[in-house]
């Protein structure tokens, strides 16, 4: 785990969101402040959109940690695609409330009376909807109405909405969200990082698990990074993640550019492996039999050792094919056991030479393979802390 071969406290590049790596990039900040601003307010939607990985979900576990659930009961809800039915259910549930029957007017009911109890309690209630993109026009017509829930002139439900970019064309175009927009009293696009905002999140992260230069960045690696990420949060936390973990195996005290092609060639490599489906043939070597990155899950530790015992057998017989071409170049003799001429000795030692590279390929690929190999199992095991274990 490169963790530790870098002395760092925790991993700072983890794909799920957490509070103490928020980075308040420029987008962030007016994000925050849009949050502030309609959270003042009290009622209606506040929406904030961005690209897969912008980093919504930080942004909002941030939020949670500002609020004060004294004041405030918040429930989060992460939508597929729901309908109208099943958006009240699932709001009801997100709430912790047990809704006798599965009809929908139970589960109104059950809502309307838990706002109504928070209110008198002197508690407001943010309702938080992510993955918005997914849900039917009907699913977000009930959001709507649940906002109109008042206690006298107090509202008592307020909504903040995440989505992808689509979400925020739907809501700003669709003939059928007027009356949704027209309770918007807050928007705002997270956009991705720029080339300075990412040297920034880089350090701030290797800041929080005690990074003290170790590794070192060589000239060029960060503006390399930008480009090849976009700016993405999430597609920089996968590349260092990555990179950290090829510098820990390779014992490097420097990552450089050359190290980030490396990574960026494999990862190409992985989504490819993974649009074609799971190899199991061993006989096509261990690249092909890797599992695919998007199903961790199916990285066994049965078929990891087949990998590794497949890599020490084809290892081994390149060793032995060495050796005899070694002991062969070294006779210099024909079939018949006589001395080779000067120009059949030239070409024999041609040949000799051609296979030796071309073995010397060979191994250098099944280390490939067996690295790739020792990666994927490294981000298995990482995924699920009760896979340490093993």
Not at 322 to 340: C, N, V, W, Y
Request: contains cysteine.
């Amino acid at each position: 785990m490169y963790e530790q071969y870098y002395g760092f406290s925790g991993r700072p590049f983890q794909l799920t969101p957490d509070p103490q790596f928020y980075f308040e990039s420029t987008s962030h900040k007016k994000a925050m402040s849009y949050l502030g601003y309609g959270l003042s307010q009290g009622e209606g939607f506040i929406v904030i959109t961005g690209e897969v990985g912008a980093g919504k979900s930080t942004l909002v576990a941030h939020l949670m940690e500002r609020i004060d659930p004294a004041a405030l009961s918040v429930a989060q809800v992460v939508t597929s695609a729901l309908d109208a039915d099943e958006v009240v259910h699932v709001v009801a549930q997100a709430f912790g409330l047990a809704v006798e029957g599965q009809d929908k007017a139970s589960a109104l009911g059950a809502i309307e009376r838990f706002l109504q109890d928070e209110a008198r309690a002197g508690r407001r209630c943010l309702l938080v909807v992510d993955e918005c993109q997914n849900l039917d026009l009907s699913a977000l017509e009930e959001l709507r109405m649940l906002s109109n829930f008042q206690l006298g002139s107090h509202p008592l439900l307020q909504s903040l909405l995440l989505g992808q970019p689509e979400f925020r064309r739907t809501v700003a175009h669709h003939p059928d969200l007027e009356q949704l927009r027209q309770r918007i009293i807050a928007s705002h696009h997270l956009e991705p990082l720029d080339a300075d905002e990412v040297e920034g999140y880089v350090a701030h992260r290797l800041g929080q698990v005690g990074w003290s230069e170790n590794p070192g960045f060589e000239e060029g690696l960060i503006d390399a990074l930008y480009r090849r990420t976009d700016g993405i949060p999430r597609r920089v936390n996968q590349v260092m993640n990555r990179l950290l973990l090829l510098g820990a195996i390779e014992e490097r005290g420097e990552l450089t550019p050359a190290m980030l092609d490396e990574v960026m060639a494999e990862m190409a490599a992985d989504q490819t492996r993974g649009a074609q489906g799971n190899g199991s043939d061993l006989r096509a070597g261990p690249v092909a039999a890797t599992a695919a990155p998007d199903c961790p899950d199916s990285l066994p530790a049965t078929e990891v050792a087949a990998l590794l015992a497949a890599r020490d057998a084809r290892t081994a017989e390149l060793e032995a094919a060495i050796s005899e071409l070694q002991a062969a170049g070294t006779g210099q003799r024909d079939a018949a056991g006589d001395p080779l001429s000067p120009e059949d000795a030239r070409i024999a030692e041609a040949q000799l030479a051609e296979a030796l590279e071309r073995i010397e390929a060979r191994l250098e690929e099944q280390e490939q393979s067996f690295r790739h190999v020792l990666t994927m199992l490294i981000e298995w095991l990482e995924e699920d802390p009760s896979r340490e274990a093993a």
